[in-house]
């Protein structure tokens, strides 16, 4: 199984500053044949239900803001929060797509405001 | 517009079993797998399995395997799960959602609002 680790467990950053939350996985997650990062990461607000920010690692979903960036290969990943907003606090998850039998989570990156 | 409706909240006892429906619209629901994950009370996510509502081909997590069943109904674009031999552990917000593909899985772009399954005797 593949497992996904993300550090750090909790993040607390000032408004306007950047955010950086790492994911890596205990095999590479990059589908040689078609060159692409098969990690997605999540955004999980209390209530609602997850919200995809990057697909391939590093591209980013349909309206999302320009703020959030995603990159890494093989087995690291990162997702960047460029200028910290209000509204981001959440909890961000990575998943890998890899392997198809089991699509595993990260356990989560809570990212507050200082 | 495409959406994920899912059936309302279940109490169910220990032991027992729960089905939950997640109805499609606004899409051509036999062209896009379908994902169930859950969030226990503070805990984090979890993958619970896929379907292929095309084939009815599905894939579950091994922490669920001989406890779950994913099936869906074409005729009225519809995707079950039924989890048995319920845990007080299994309390938990259930969600379907619908993986995006173009050439590779890009995640899930579309989910239902949720399903809070409680076990409780």
């Known amino acids: 199984d593949i497992v996904m680790t993300q550090s750090p467990d909790s993040l607390a950053v000032s408004l306007g500053e950047r955010a950086t939350i790492n994911c890596k996985s205990s095999?590479?997650?990059?589908?040689?044949?078609?060159?692409?990062?098969?990690v997605v990461w999540y955004q999980k607000k209390p209530g609602q239900p997850p919200k995809v920010l990057i697909y391939?690692?590093?591209t980013r979903a349909s309206g999302v803001p320009d703020r959030f960036s995603g990159s890494g290969s093989g087995t690291d990943f990162t997702l960047t929060i460029s200028s910290l907003q209000a509204e981001d606090v959440a909890v961000y998850y990575c998943?890998?797509?890899?392997?198809?039998?089991?699509?595993?989570f990260g356990q989560g990156t809570k990212l507050e405001i200082k | 517009q495409v959406q994920l409706e899912q059936s309302g909240a279940e109490v169910k006892k220990p032991g027992a079993s729960v089905k939950v429906s997640c109805k499609a619209s606004?899409?051509?629901?036999?062209?896009?797998?379908l994902h169930w994950v859950r969030q226990a009370p503070g805990q984090p996510l979890e993958w619970v399995g896929w379907?292929?509502?095309?084939?009815?081909?599905?894939s579950y997590g091994k922490k669920f395997q001989g406890r779950v069943t994913m099936t869906r109904d074409t005729s009225i674009s519809t995707a079950y799960l039924d989890l048995t031999k319920l845990r007080s552990d299994d309390t938990a917000a259930y969600y379907c959602?619908?993986?995006?593909?173009?050439?590779?899985?890009?995640?899930?772009?579309?989910w239902g609002q949720g399903t809070l399954v409680t076990v409780s005797s």
């Open positions: 959602g619908r993986e995006m593909y173009t050439s590779s899985p890009m995640g899930c772009d579309f």
């Open positions: 606004g899409y051509t629901f036999t062209g896009y797998y």
């Open positions: 379907i292929n509502p095309k084939t009815g081909g599905t």
């Open positions: 095999q590479s997650v990059l589908y040689s044949s078609k060159n692409t990062n098969y």
């Open positions: 391939w690692a590093s």
């Open positions: 998943q890998q797509f890899y392997d198809n039998a089991l699509y595993t």
